[in-house]
């Protein structure tokens, strides 16, 4: 293996700060409710606003200042994604009853949890595709108070327009002008105006990440979510351009984005990097992007394919594209990534807008452990179990001299009165 560019390590850096000011906004949440709420917005956001909650006629005038065509762009991400989400829906089922054993019927059944917050960033762009990934997999489970939050533009008290048209496409119940950590706070205790919810879910600044954190417990969350990652799988066929503007597209989103290009050809490797090069000249977000790439940019090259393969297995990336050629070939051995993308047409942007599949995913190697957000997030499994007589005959001395052999001599007991009764 060899670094043809190499990054330096993520910056763990000192979180004392950080988790203290979350405690503090949470408690003046908590103590103050409302008020502090209207004292963050203006702290953070310059926002004044008295009035939380996003009326319909603010949500009708933002279609007077969103582009038909990007309203249209909408509709049809929107459609993608429910559609996607409904047939995934279809292969979580209901387990009505499996017979274990004579007279010992056990089963689950499949059902949406009450409520749930989808947050949406605002911070440096409106990144409205999130309200689509949150809301749409959130109403095919069939949650009945789907909700969302975003932080208004700065200095002015409404949410950008293009947010609210998408969280109206997705079909939301409920909006409300607040973001970052005391929005989190809210939806988790509840406040005057902001009735609290189940599930929190969406990606946000070090402070939402943190405050989720925190109030996990209180109420659940899909996952702690870090800094945005892709990582490409090449040979000698790709196509140094495209893998260039791949890199540079995930650079952008911020100063701490990572990408990483893993190929069999050192002659690709050198070619994509003059073309990053190129086409930060002419990228109007090159300040960040160029950044992140000098600092958290890799290309790697390797000897062996399976050398490629072990790594994303190890790296376990949020994005993981494969350009090479017959990549079906390969995926069996792949089992560690948040969303995979197929050949080299099948870019990531394409993913993160308007395929289908979702692109809030698992970050800083919690691809090991868990999937990215979708339909199933919003559902639970409840199982149930019916013992008959004869079958407690059996297994009811088991259980009794299991609970006795624990020390928990009322459950040895809950049992013994059953037998006895037989």
């Not at 049809?76 to 995934?88: E, G, L, N, V």
């Not at 997999?137 to 327009?161: D, L």
């Not at 540079?248 to 050809?265: F, M, N, P, R």
Request: with cysteine; proline share 5%.
């Amino acid at each position: 293996m060899k670094y043809i560019k190499q990054s330096i390590e993520r910056p763990s850096s000192d979180l004392t700060h950080l988790k203290e000011s979350v405690v503090s906004i949470i408690d003046q949440v908590r103590l103050e409710g409302d008020d502090a709420l209207f004292k963050f917005n203006a702290q953070f956001d310059l926002n004044e606003r008295k009035s939380l909650r996003v009326t319909e006629a603010e949500i009708k005038n933002a279609y007077d200042h969103v582009p038909v065509s990007l309203i249209e762009d909408l509709k049809i991400a929107s459609d993608h994604i429910k559609r996607f989400a409904t047939a995934q829906k279809s292969t979580i089922t209901d387990l009505p009853s499996f017979m274990v054993a004579p007279g010992i019927e056990l089963g689950h059944r499949v059902v949406p949890i009450e409520s749930c917050l989808c947050y949406v960033p605002g911070g440096n762009y409106p990144l409205f595709s999130s309200a689509l990934m949150l809301v749409i997999p959130a109403k095919v489970a069939g949650v009945k108070r789907v909700v969302a939050c975003s932080p208004s533009v700065k200095g002015t008290e409404h949410i950008a327009p293009e947010t609210l048209v998408a969280l109206d496409i997705a079909g939301v119940d409920e909006i409300y002008v607040v973001g970052g950590a005391h929005a989190i706070a809210a939806f988790s205790y509840g406040t005057e105006s902001i009735k609290p919810v189940d599930l929190i879910v969406g990606p946000g600044n070090q402070y939402v990440t943190e405050a989720k954190r925190q109030c996990y417990g209180q109420i659940g969350i899909d996952f702690v979510a870090g800094p945005s990652e892709v990582m490409i799988l090449a040979d000698d066929h790709a196509d140094p351009e495209m893998l260039a503007a791949d890199l540079l597209a995930q650079s952008e989103h911020d100063l701490l984005a990572k990408g990483i290009l893993v190929t069999t050809s050192e002659t690709i490797a050198l070619q994509t990097l003059q073309a990053v090069e190129n086409q930060l000249k002419s990228l109007e977000t090159a300040d960040i992007a160029r950044k992140s790439w000098e600092v958290f940019g890799e290309i790697i090259v390797i000897d062996h394919l399976n050398e490629g393969i072990d790594l994303c297995n190890r790296l376990a990336p949020e994005h993981l594209e494969l350009a090479i050629q017959e990549p079906e070939s390969i995926i069996d051995q792949l089992y560690n990534y948040g969303s995979l993308f197929i050949g080299e047409w099948s870019a990531e942007v394409l993913g993160d807008y308007i395929s289908g599949t979702n692109h809030t995913l698992p970050t800083l190697k919690a691809a090991r452990y868990t999937g990215g957000v979708y339909v199933g997030t919003f559902l639970k499994t409840l199982t149930h179990q019916t013992i008959k007589p004869e079958a407690l005959k059996k297994i009811g001395p088991s259980a009794y001299r299991m609970a006795k052999s624990e020390g928990l001599h009322a459950h040895a007991n809950a049992v013994d009165v059953r037998l006895k009764r037989l």
